[in-house]
């Protein structure tokens, strides 16, 4: 399977922006998606998780309450609503398969190609 990130953009502080990750290949209709983020000089950081039936979500404490994971399994897309953004928000950031729900790297089976969500100050 193939995965994209998309709907990174430029956005003022505690303006919002909507990621959408997208599969091509193979429908991931089985697979728990992941997103992440990785900032200039920074490690890559777990924000949050979703099953793939949709009845559970893991949320990173640096996003709970901000960003909201979901997923549209008719259309093989996963989403990542991020609101009140803060120009600690800038990043790139990525979406992940994993076999179960989980916020670690090292579980994630695929890596989609990111996309750079900018907030300014």
């Known amino acids: 399977v193939q995965l994209q990130a998309s709907g990174g953009g430029l956005v003022q502080a505690g303006g919002s922006l909507r990621l959408s990750c997208t599969a091509s290949?193979?429908?991931?209709?089985?697979?728990?998606i992941g997103w992440f983020r990785q900032a200039p000089a920074k490690e890559r950081e777990f924000l949050a998780a979703i099953s793939w039936t949709a009845d559970s979500t893991y949320y990173a404490d640096s996003v709970k309450g901000r960003f909201t994971i979901s997923r549209d399994n008719a259309k093989n897309t996963v989403y990542l609503q991020m609101n009140t953004l803060k120009p600690e928000d800038t990043a790139v950031y990525y979406c992940a398969a994993s076999v179960r729900l989980s916020g670690r790297s090292s579980d994630m089976a695929y890596w989609g190609k990111g996309t750079l969500v900018t907030v300014s100050s």
């Open positions: 290949g193979r429908s991931f209709v089985y697979d728990a």
